[in-house]
C-alpha cells in the first residue's frame, strides 16, 4: 500500500521556453484520451517548467511521446509551490513614498512616487518624478513594479 503512494506525486519537467502551454494541453489530452492516472498539470510563471501530479507510470508514458518537453528535474512537495498556486497580491508589496517604473499605458517607462494606495481596487495614485507640475495618475497595482523601497516611515499616518 505504502508503494503506491511514493509513485503518486508531483513532477517537474523541463520544456522548451514558449510551449509550456502547449505541451501541458497535450499531456492533458493524450492523459484524458488514455485514461491514465493523471491529477493536474501545471504551468507556472517560471519559465521552461511544467509540473504534472499523477502516478509515476503513467507521467513517463505521456511524457516519452510528447514534444518539446525535455528532462524530468525531479519531484516537488506542495510547500514548494504554494506560491505559485495562490499568489499573494502585487499591492502588498507596495508602501506609500515607494519609487515604481510605470509598465503599462500611456506613461509606460516613467518613473513615479506612491502617494497613496486603495488596497479594496488595487489602485495606487502615483506623482511623476519627471513632471516638473505635480500630477497624480491612479493606476492599477499590476501597471508598476518596484524599483526602490521608501526609506522612512510613514510617522504622519501613525499620528491619526
Same mark, same amino acid.
Given at each position: 500500500?505504502?508503494?503506491?503512494? %511514493?509513485?503518486?506525486?508531483?513532477?517537474?519537467?523541463?520544456?522548451?521556453? #514558449?510551449?509550456?502551454?502547449? &505541451?501541458?494541453?497535450?499531456? @492533458?489530452? /493524450?492523459?484524458?484520451?488514455?485514461?491514465? %492516472? $493523471?491529477? @493536474? &498539470?501545471?504551468?507556472?510563471?517560471?519559465?521552461?517548467?511544467?509540473?504534472?501530479? #499523477?502516478?509515476?507510470?503513467?507521467?513517463?508514458?505521456?511524457?516519452?511521446? @510528447?514534444?518539446?518537453?525535455?528532462?524530468?528535474?525531479?519531484?516537488?512537495?506542495?510547500?514548494?509551490?504554494?506560491?505559485?498556486?495562490?499568489?499573494?497580491?502585487?499591492?502588498?508589496?507596495?508602501?506609500? #513614498?515607494? $519609487?515604481?517604473?510605470?509598465? %503599462?499605458?500611456?506613461?509606460?517607462?516613467?518613473?513615479?512616487?506612491?502617494?497613496?494606495?486603495?488596497? @479594496? /481596487?488595487?489602485?495606487?495614485? *502615483? %506623482?511623476?518624478?519627471?513632471?516638473?507640475?505635480?500630477?497624480? $495618475? *491612479?493606476?492599477?497595482?499590476?501597471? *508598476?513594479?518596484?524599483?526602490?523601497?521608501?526609506?522612512?516611515?510613514?510617522?504622519?499616518?501613525?499620528?491619526?
Amino acid at each position: 500500500m505504502t508503494i503506491l503512494f %511514493d509513485k503518486i506525486g508531483i513532477y517537474c519537467f523541463k520544456v522548451k521556453k #514558449g510551449q509550456e502551454f502547449n &505541451v501541458a494541453e497535450a499531456i @492533458a489530452s /493524450r492523459a484524458e484520451l488514455n485514461n491514465l %492516472d $493523471i491529477k @493536474a &498539470v501545471l504551468v507556472t510563471e517560471i519559465d521552461g517548467y511544467i509540473f504534472i501530479e #499523477g502516478d509515476v507510470q503513467d507521467i513517463t508514458s505521456v511524457v516519452e511521446s @510528447a514534444h518539446y518537453i525535455g528532462k524530468q528535474v525531479g519531484r516537488v512537495p506542495v510547500s514548494e509551490l504554494e506560491n505559485q498556486l495562490a499568489p499573494t497580491p502585487v499591492i502588498e508589496g507596495l508602501k506609500k #513614498g515607494d $519609487i515604481v517604473e510605470i509598465v %503599462d499605458g500611456p506613461f509606460k517607462g516613467s518613473r513615479a512616487k506612491i502617494s497613496s494606495i486603495y488596497t @479594496a /481596487r488595487e489602485e495606487i495614485t *502615483v %506623482d511623476l518624478l519627471t513632471s516638473s507640475v505635480t500630477i497624480p $495618475i *491612479v493606476l492599477h497595482a499590476d501597471s *508598476v513594479k518596484l524599483i526602490q523601497a521608501s526609506e522612512e516611515e510613514e510617522a504622519s499616518d501613525s499620528l491619526f
